[in-house]
């Protein structure tokens, strides 16, 4: 039958030993440690931070630093875009597109892209289509092997003159202001449109609405 002190002869664990040792360590002291010390920490039998911890701790604050200073940054730009003026850069509306002899019979596509109208020439006038369909404002195309505009929305279809003849389009498309200007070239005004309302005159006679010859 093993006595009271066999078990202590037993190798101690680990665990068993450090907490030994650090009993013995707070046993040294003379006095009560000052509350809060690191001897006090020790005394109490507490972990210090360990060098793995202060490096896990230095990631969390440099991170916490980056969202703070990236949340201050976002906030004090858009702060300065509220003093900046919100302007919308829009084409000319008036413009010039060369001489009456740049263009021969037909439709000429090559001021769609840029400033959105067709340049049209019958055998006795020559007027400007302002490229947008008379039904909800897309941009038909020229079918020049159909002889026709045809909408992509929506069907609608227009003659080489810009007069509707199939789909949902109430009326023509209109057409813009023109005039020479003293060097002969043609100026077109966008902001100024003739049209056509269904049941009622056309404008497309008006003066300024088409150069002759
Ligand atoms: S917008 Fe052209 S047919 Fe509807």
């Known amino acids: 039958m093993a006595g009271p002190e066999s078990g202590s002869d037993k190798p101690k664990s680990d665990a068993g030993n450090k907490f030994a040792a650090k009993g013995s360590e707070a046993a040294s002291y003379v006095g009560s440690p000052a509350v809060g010390t690191s001897k006090a920490a020790a005394a109490a039998g507490l972990a ?9 701790n230095e990631r969390r604050r440099r991170f916490v630093w980056f969202a703070v200073t990236g949340f201050l940054t976002a906030w004090f730009l858009a702060f300065l875009r509220f003093f900046l ?5 829009e084409p000319p509306t008036i413009f010039k597109i060369g ?3 740049d ?3 037909g439709v000429d596509t090559k001021w ?8 049209d020439r019958t055998p006795d006038r020559l007027f400007v289509i302002f490229a947008r369909c008379t039904h909800l404002g897309c941009t038909p195309d020229w079918k020049a092997s159909e002889n026709k505009f045809k ?5 609608s279809g227009y003659d080489s003159e810009g007069i509707n003849f199939e789909g949902p389009a109430p009326r023509p ?21 003739f049209q056509w309302p269904k049941g009622q005159p056309s404008r497309f006679n008006d003066p300024g609405s088409f150069l002759e010859g």
Request: aromatic fraction near 10%.
């Open 48 to 56: 210090t931070v360990g060098p793995q911890q202060s490096e896990i």
């Open 85 to 89: 003026p919100r302007t919308l850069f």
């Open 99 to 101: 001489y009456p002899s």
């Open 103 to 105: 263009y021969s019979l």
């Open 112 to 119: 769609q892209q840029k400033y959105r109208i067709w340049v």
């Open 151 to 155: 909408c992509p929305c929506h069907g």
């Open 173 to 193: 498309m209109d057409r813009a202001h023109v005039e020479l200007a003293p060097d002969g070239q043609i100026i077109v005004d966008v902001s100024r449109l």
